[in-house]
């Protein structure tokens, strides 16, 4: 099946440091990603569609400089938490939809990452 | 908006019981609906989904119908196995945005 890859798995930093996740479809490419975060047994929340080569679409109240998306490749989007304070602790999660498949609702998700801002 | 109401976890049964968990969405026109889950450390894998109204959507021993007079799509499975311990999402996809919206999920235990 479709794979997605994502890195790092955890992450521990201090505050006011940039982190930088990266989303990789493995065997697909992509044209659209997603870009989720999960708070502690809560859902995940959409903070934005990831678009290859056009700027990312966010989802109301999330702040687009402090989450800085880029899709340059079919295969690779960044997600960068800039100037991180621990309130943006979390664990986020990508997702890519298979641009060739014709059943196009479908999203296969990576691992997910534990950011811990110090 | 849309959303989506899942029953609360954590839910612990013995192999081999019957398993549901609930689901009901809210949503304006005619969503796609799913199952997702997580095993422990890994990434959501699609369990099942349903596109359109009395739609079953089964995988794994797995079942869930959409059903759009109660907006429900409870996931149910007749007997559980060890392998089945994880998080379950359900989640609605709007059609023209694409976009999928998850309830809380649900973490599932079966004790030997």
């Known amino acids: 099946g479709a794979v997605v890859s994502q890195h790092p798995s955890r992450v521990i930093c201090k505050s006011g440091t940039s982190v930088k996740i990266e989303c990789r479809s493995l065997?697909?490419?992509?044209?659209?990603m997603f870009w989720y975060r999960q708070f502690p047994k809560q859902s995940l929340m959409l903070m934005a569609t990831?678009?290859?080569?056009?700027?990312?679409?966010?989802e109301q109240g999330v702040e687009k400089d402090k989450f800085l998306i880029n899709h340059a490749s079919l295969t690779l989007s960044t997600l960068t938490v800039t100037s991180a304070h621990p309130e943006d602790s979390s664990f986020y999660i990508c997702?890519?939809?298979?641009?060739?498949?014709?059943?196009?609702?479908?999203?296969?998700f990576g691992a997910g990452t534990r950011l811990s801002v110090l | 908006g849309n959303s989506v109401t899942q029953m609360e976890g954590p839910v612990t049964l013995s192999e081999e019981a019957f398993l549901t968990i609930n689901c009901t969405y809210t949503?304006?026109?005619?969503?796609?609906l799913f199952w997702y889950v997580q095993y422990p450390g890994e990434g959501l894998q699609l369990l099942l989904k349903?596109?359109?109204?009395?739609d079953k959507g089964s995988n794994k021993g797995f079942e869930a119908t959409y059903r759009k007079e109660t907006t429900s799509f409870h996931l149910e499975k007749g007997s559980v196995q060890v392998s089945d311990s994880a998080v379950y999402f359900c989640?609605?996809?709007?059609?023209?945005?694409?976009?999928?919206?998850f309830g809380q999920g649900t973490r599932l235990t079966i004790n030997p």
């Open positions: 997702s890519a939809r298979d641009s060739a498949s014709g059943i196009s609702d479908i999203q296969y």
């Open positions: 065997d697909f490419q992509a044209t659209t």
């Open positions: 990831s678009n290859e080569g056009s700027k990312a679409t966010y």
């Open positions: 949503a304006t026109g005619y969503p796609s």
């Open positions: 349903a596109t359109k109204a009395d």
């Open positions: 989640a609605l996809s709007d059609r023209g945005a694409q976009k999928l919206v």
